[in-house]
């Protein structure tokens, strides 16, 4: 589905009045939380994988809607954490879906645990119906290195010219401000990354801006020229984050827009502590749905592009930025060693190419 034509990018979006669309359930096993969204559109319907929890416990919910408001929950988690001595044996968080075709989905989230994972790292799922998801076996295919020591979350990655870039939070070990910031990495397989060798999206130099403490959470899209930001931002009182939009022409070399995107909520409404985690997709013009909360908890709500929003023109994509990608993608291929374990089915269709044709990404 194409973009509708747009041409500005400096104005905050609208929340839509009814929010949240997505709360806990009472008695369930999200009923503390339903935060960090992730929505595909096909179409024709709408699908939303999440994060919920309860009592400590998080998990990886699904819900569906015809119209990006209403939504229907599947009653169970479709991903929970990995047995005693696995990656992700304490935690799971979102993450980023992407549909190759009508039955075959690729999921990538991120594990924690208590031992040799406790920053976080990156796993992959695969799932014929987006329901039932089969973990690889060889998690997890992003691991800390020096530039992400400290913590690795968040990924999001978007598949072109058959390859998969990710875009993901990070925190270095020798970075003296240890703030998080996004970084980038690019597979020509889904399971092996090449890290890109720095941050390409910082906070602000500018202290009294909202996003001068931290920057996660990165949602990208890119309309067929150039590639949008949206991400989550905090100042240097590392308290209620607010969402902001960035652009390139490349994927790395990000210009911030001028304003907040989308800001807290009034007194005592649903978002007034925090908005964050956004997830923006093509349905009904550009909508962006994101976590807020306010003194407990967590919600998901939405919220639209104004008139006349647009994802800023640059000139073309420098070909050797591209080249430099591509080639340190193919090494990492090539000298990587792989895991011993074999590769699922799903995975194996995947690595033999019949993928063409996404028609989703998020």
């Known amino acids: 589905m194409q973009p509708p034509p747009l041409v500005r990018a400096d104005q905050e979006w609208v929340k839509y009045t009814g929010n949240p669309i997505l709360g806990p359930t009472p008695g369930s096993w999200d009923q503390d939380f339903t935060i960090a969204p992730r929505v595909i559109f096909d179409g024709k319907m709408f ?5 919920g929890g309860h009592s400590g416990v998080t998990a990886i919910g699904y819900a569906t809607s015809l119209d990006g408001i209403s939504w229907t929950k599947y009653p169970n988690p479709v991903l929970t954490h990995g047995l005693p001595g696995s990656f992700d044996s304490a935690q799971l968080g979102l993450g980023s879906v992407l549909q190759m075709n009508a039955s075959f989905f ?23 119906d987006g329901i039932t998801w089969v973990k690889y076996e060889g998690n997890p295919v992003l691991r800390s290195t020096a530039i992400d020591r400290l913590v690795v979350a968040n990924p999001f990655v978007v598949r072109l010219n058959n390859t998969f870039n ?6 270095s070990e020798s970075d003296p401000s240890q703030t998080t910031r996004i970084l980038y990495a690019t597979s020509f397989d889904g399971i092996n990354w ?10 602000s130099a500018d202290p009294e801006m909202w996003d001068s403490g931290a920057v996660y959470s990165a949602s990208v899209f890119y309309d067929g020229a150039n590639f949008g930001l949206w991400y989550s931002g905090l100042n240097r009182s590392y308290v209620n984050p607010r969402i902001g939009f960035a652009s390139a022409p490349d994927g790395a070399t990000w210009t911030r827009s001028s304003s907040l995107l989308l800001g807290l909520g009034g007194p005592e409404s649903w978002d007034s502590a925090g908005v964050e985690q956004p997830c923006v997709v093509i349905g ?7 976590d807020g ?3 407990v908890g967590g919600s998901i709500g939405l919220a639209r592009a104004p008139q006349g929003f647009s994802v800023p023109e640059f000139p073309a994509v420098p070909v050797g930025f591209l080249l430099i990608m591509m080639v340190s993608a193919a090494i990492c291929l090539l000298h990587r060693k792989r895991p011993d374990a074999q590769l699922t089915v799903t995975t194996a269709t995947l690595l033999k190419g019949q993928m063409e044709g996404s028609i989703g990404t998020t």
């Open 106 to 128: 690729l999921m990538w989230y991120q594990g924690s645990n208590h031992i040799s994972f406790m920053n976080g790292a990156v796993g992959l799922a695969t799932s014929q």
């Open 47 to 51: 699908r939303m994988w999440y994060v």
């Open 166 to 171: 990710m875009w993901y939070t990070g925190k």
């Open 284 to 290: 009904y013009g550009y909508m962006l749905y994101y």
């Open 194 to 203: 090449m890290k890109w060798p720095h941050a390409v999206f910082s906070p």
């Open 293 to 295: 909360f306010s003194s």
